[in-house]
Each structure stands twice: as C-alpha cells, then as structure tokens.
C-alpha cells in the first residue's frame, strides 16, 4: 500500500506574511557543511521572497550544533543592547584618526550603520547525522531543549532549523540534494524561513495584544 504523501509536513499558509519590517537571525553550524549551505539558502530565499530586506538578515556560523543555543541565546540579548544605544552614545568624543573632521566632537546621528530594532525571530540550522557512539543522542536532545527554552524564555521565535538523520542520505534529502531513489527531496530550509516571517509576524502582533 502506497503512502499518502499529501497528509504529511507542512501545509502553506492561507496568509502570505509581510517579512518587509522583519529583522532575522541565522545562526547555522559547519559540521556537514554541503547540507548546511543548502538549507541557509532555502531559509534566504524564502526569508527575502516574503519581503525582509538583505540588510535586516544577519547570518552567523558556529562550529557545531550543540553551540547554537548559546549563539541564539546571545543575538538576541545582543540585539536588544544594540537597540538600546544609541550611535552617539557609541561614538561620541571618540576620535578616529584620519577624519579631520572627527575630532572628539559627537558623530552625527545615522553616521554609523546600527540596527534599530531587536531580532523578530532566529533560525538555528544544524544537522546532525547518528555515528557509531552516542554522541547523536546527546547533542540531539540537549540541543532541542535548549533552542525551546530559548524562545519560551526571550519571546523570540526560535526556529528549529536542525535536522536530527540516521543517515547521510536523510539529511540530503531533507536539504533538497538527495541523490537516492526517492528524488531530490525537499529543502526544509525553505520551511523555516516562512516560519521564522510567520512566528515574526504573529509575536508582534500578540505583543500588542492582537489577536485575530
Ligand atoms: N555537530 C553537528 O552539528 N553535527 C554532527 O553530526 C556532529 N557530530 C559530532 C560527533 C562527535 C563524535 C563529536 C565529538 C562532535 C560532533 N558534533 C557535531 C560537534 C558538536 O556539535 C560540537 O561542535 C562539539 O562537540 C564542540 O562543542
């Protein structure tokens, strides 16, 4: 008996959210980094194809999964302390060397290019494929409760962009690269970047007590 694709993953949205005020994290791991590439240009194309502009998509790398959750956890404080300052606060009486113009006297408001709004929302992009100890097990479950942990604790949608395969061949597939008989499968990349506009778009409005 054949399986009945259409009851499985995710269904499109009825609502095309607007990403165009949106301000969006990547952080993504090295480890099998041919899959990662993939899955963080699925996210791009999807976050940009919504509306959020190139200059408000920030991308980091850490060297595997089980840093994402420190690397998310610290954007996002990051990204509130940036909203905070101000550029003159940054700037002012600082004297460059070089600018004659510059010379302890307080920078113009917008001469240096600070972000002005916190993280809507982060994607954490990983892929762990199982090896022969245990190690997959372990970065698994502390790396998932971690990143939910983050969100419930900052308000900021994490995206649970990280790919948890028995094989190498799972994880291509689910990255669009797959190389066996069932295709080339599908970018889950592409789902995280809808979700992290979508999560972006409803925090917002629920933060100020909207509610559809
Ligand atoms: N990181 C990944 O992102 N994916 C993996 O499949 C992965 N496998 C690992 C297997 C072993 C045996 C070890 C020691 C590390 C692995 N890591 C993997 C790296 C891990 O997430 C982390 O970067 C390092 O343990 C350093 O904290």
Redesign the pocket.
């Known amino acids: 008996m054949s399986t009945d694709k259409t009851i499985k993953g995710l269904v499109k949205s009825d609502v095309d959210y607007d990403g165009s005020s949106l301000r969006v994290a990547i952080v993504h ?1 090295r ?2 980094k041919v899959i990662i590439d993939a899955l963080v240009a699925g996210a791009v194309e999807k976050l940009k194809e919504r509306g959020v502009k190139e200059s408000n998509i920030v991308i980091e790398s850490v ?5 994402l959750p420190l690397a998310c956890s610290r954007m996002i404080a990051g990204s509130h302390i940036q909203t905070g300052s101000n550029v003159t606060d940054l700037l002012g009486g600082l004297n460059f060397g070089g600018s004659p113009s510059r010379t302890g006297t307080p920078a113009p408001a917008g001469v240096a290019n600070m972000p002005s709004q916190p993280f809507d929302a982060v994607i954490a992009i ?4 199982k ?1 022969a ?1 245990m ?1 997959f097990e372990y ?1 698994c479950d502390s790396v998932s409760q971690a990143l939910m942990r983050i969100q419930l604790d900052t308000g900021v949608p994490v995206v649970f962009g990280v790919l948890t395969a028995l094989t190498d061949d799972q994880a291509l597939e689910r990255a669009g690269l797959g190389r066996g008989a069932n295709g080339k499968g599908h970018n889950h990349g592409e789902d995280w970047g809808l979700a992290a506009v979508e999560m972006g778009s409803h925090v917002r409005r629920w933060n100020q007590g909207q509610f559809a």
């Open positions: 791991a480890w099998n060297p595997g999964s089980f840093e990983g892929v762990l494929i090896g100890t190690h970065i």
